[in-house]
């Protein structure tokens, strides 16, 4: 397994981590979920990426209860805050109050006395940046949180956090984590651009596209049975994705991917590694040998011409631009 710097800090990270979205804690039984964890140390993996709202709050218990006994130095916690966790109207959002209490209640699920990178998981307009941003900085103070970054901001709001959070002498970001893949690439138009300027990595999502990238979702033909579009937490998030046109670019891409020795899901994986702006990249399985399997993409260097055959393969179905552009 290699590692990588995140952004300009000290921290390094696994190229390929364990994120617990929607397995841990709702589409497979804890067992399972701990068989999966340990298969990604046994592999490798040190960073492990899960949110307090996953899971209605029993992904981050899960994970805490898979990590228990391993020791805390050799594996990187990441965790995040901003979708609603209870009925109050301060249970949501990146106001103080709730960005201070999640922490807490994070840190006791997870059975942990830090967290090493924790993310607002959205932006919030509603609060100003600089309450946001102080209160993270008061948790990397009491040594509660070790790092900072967010998920799924736009250039404009990652700069605007480093710019107020210079102007303040507060603790700034070094990550965001956005959603990434060879059919969904609105990050390359600004977002990277930016944070690499501003000396901030991509921790990315769904490098696989919800499964659709392994090829088991064939065109013409309902998703396997027990699939991720079959489950009713991850079907609403494939669907983008489950048209004939986009189906049948993906399977001409079995060819490419035999010619480069890798399996369809590390040829996925792999690619989005090549962004050198890209950390790590967020990888989840229900069965152990999902995640030897992604692992396998980890060093791999995809040549430019066969870089050039994936884009010409998707040229029609990759999403490209920022949404609502």
Known sequence: MKHRRLGRSGLSVSEISYGNWITHGDQIEADAATACVHAALDEGITTFDTADVYAQTRAESVLGKALDGVRRESYELFTKVFWPTGPGENDKGLGRKHIIESAHNSL??????????????????????????????????????LYVGVSEWTAQQIADA???AGQLGLDRIISNQPQYSMLWRPIETDVVPTSRDLGISQIVWSPIAQGVLTGKYLPGQPPPSGSRATAGSGAGFI???????????????????????????QLAVAWV??????????????RPEQVKD?????GVVLEPALLARIDEVLAHVAVLEPEGD
């Open 273 to 286: 590694l090549q962004n050198t702006n890209v950390a790590s990249a967020i990888v989840g399985a229900s």
């Open 108 to 145: 006791r699920r997870l059975n942990t006395d830090h967290i090493d990178l924790y993310q607002a998981h959205r932006y919030d307009p509603t609060v100003p940046l600089e309450e946001t941003l102080r209160a993270f900085d008061d948790l990397v103070r009491a040594g509660k949180v």
């Open 239 to 265: 669907a983008r994705f489950l048209t004939d046109e986009v189906l049948g670019a993906v399977q001409d891409l079995r060819p490419i991917a035999a010619d480069a020795g890798l399996t369809m899901a």
């Open 294 to 298: 992604n692992v396998g993409a980890s």
């Open 162 to 164: 480093v710019r107020i």
